[in-house]
């Protein structure tokens, strides 16, 4: 059975500065990777994906990702963070089954941005 | 346009009561599914419908029915509500096996 692991689950960055949020998966087969992203209140936003090819991704409001399959990671990353990146991040593993994929989940990591 | 939409956004009900939360999307997608995100925002799947054939069904409590009237709905049914059904639950559909996108999510509270 796949599973995810985010080993922080808060951190704090000072507006400006560079992110970087750790993702680890277990996985038997090529993985499909995501990001989510999911503010206070709401539902969640896809940041990025990787299913296959350039282990470097890019997505949606600068974020990219890295795919590392020795290390088993996927760690999203920013090189300069806005008050407005202040949100909860969920890294997922997604596995096929049938005509559906199922998503295995992290635990999430909250962050928080300092003015 | 909303893409995936759930209806209501709130729910506050009784211990015992029976509820439904429906979903919709507009996307064209042939599979849609429902999360479960507990109070320390751990998220779950519970099912998943490929074109109102059931095709995931996690070990849910069978007070948990969904039901799929088209490809476009998925809505989700709880008879008997238990404290311990109090979270939010996120509708979201994919084209096959790809990408999921999200409802924004019922908050239901069972006092």
């Known amino acids: 059975a796949q599973s995810v692991t985010q080993p922080d689950i808060h951190i704090t960055v000072s507006e400006g500065a560079s992110l970087e949020l750790r993702c680890n998966y277990s996985y038997g087969a090529t993985p499909y990777l995501f990001w989510y992203v999911q503010s206070p209140g709401q539902g969640l936003q896809l940041l990025l994906k990787y299913f296959s090819g350039d282990t470097l991704v890019q997505g949606i409001k600068g974020f990219e990702a890295e795919f590392k399959r020795s290390q088993s990671s996927f760690n999203l990353r920013k090189p300069s963070v806005h008050w407005s990146d202040a949100a909860e991040y969920f890294c997922a593993v997604g596995a096929r089954s049938g005509t559906a994929s199922k998503l295995t989940f992290g635990t999430g990591t909250r962050l928080q941005v300092t003015l | 346009d909303t893409a995936v939409s759930q209806t209501p956004k709130y729910l506050v009900t009784q211990m015992g009561n029976d509820k439904s939360i429906k979903c919709e999307q507009n996307?064209?997608?042939?599979?849609m599914y429902w999360y479960k995100q507990d109070s320390k925002k751990f998220l779950k799947i519970m099912f998943s419908?490929?074109?109102?054939?059931?095709?995931i069904n996690e070990t849910v409590p069978n007070r948990f029915s969904p039901k799929s009237p088209d490809k476009a709905h998925l809505n989700l049914h709880i008879n008997s509500l238990e404290l311990g059904d109090s979270a939010v639950y996120f509708c979201?559909?994919?084209?096959?096996?790809?990408?999921?996108?999200f409802g924004p999510g019922t908050r239901l509270l069972v006092l």
């Open positions: 996307l064209g997608h042939d599979t």
């Open positions: 419908y490929n074109n109102k054939e059931l095709i």
């Open positions: 979201a559909s994919s084209p096959g096996v790809e990408t999921q996108y």
